[in-house]
């Protein structure tokens, strides 16, 4: 995949002169385009080591580590399944499981239409009324396999009327 014809180089380097003078600059950098992008692009690795004086090795090695940070472009929608204890007492075990079936991926994978990037996620905030996930900004409470089939659809079909 060419990621470097999908996204504007300045974008980058905006956040880095931004954060660069911060004690422990790192994350923010990186925070800040994946919040502007949607995930850390490939060339944008070399930008943030020449501006903090590492090496290139050292900042993939941070990206990797933290599962929060993105390495390719998500699809339209974010989907994140909360696996902390209690949404696991009220069965997201057996939604995860649904859903990886029913989307054709595993977690920190997007769908091969593009529309879902699924996440694991620990704790929405919601706990008694789980299983929870979000989807984008939306926490959504009690979901069962026929509820997320609902909402896939619902997500569907608002790509395709937005294509
Ligand atoms: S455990 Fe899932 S929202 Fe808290």
Redesign the pocket.
């Known amino acids: 995949m060419n990621q470097s014809s999908n996204w504007d180089p300045q974008i980058a380097q905006n956040a880095i002169d931004e954060l660069k003078g911060q004690p422990g600059a790192l994350l923010p950098i990186l925070h800040k385009i994946q919040n502007i992008l949607g995930y850390i692009p490939k060339d944008s690795i070399p930008m943030i080591a020449k501006a903090l004086q590492q090496t290139s090795a050292e900042i993939h090695g941070v990206v990797s580590f933290y599962h929060h940070f993105r390495t390719s472009p998500p699809g339209k929608h974010i989907l994140q399944i909360?696996?902390?204890?209690?949404?696991?007492a009220r069965g997201?075990r057996q939604l995860e499981a649904h859903v990886k079936d029913s989307l054709k991926v595993d977690y920190h994978a997007t769908t091969a239409d593009n529309t879902f990037t699924l996440e694991p996620v620990?704790?929405?905030?919601?706990?008694t009324?789980?299983?929870?996930i979000r989807v984008d900004d939306d926490i959504i409470a009690g979901v069962t396999s026929e509820k997320f089939d609902v909402i896939k659809e619902q997500k569907n079909t608002f790509v395709v009327e937005l294509a």
Do not use: I, K, T
């Not at 009324?129 to 929870?132: A, D, H, Q, V």
């Open positions: 909360c696996r902390a204890e209690a949404c696991q997201s620990y704790c929405l905030g919601n706990c009324n789980g299983p929870n």
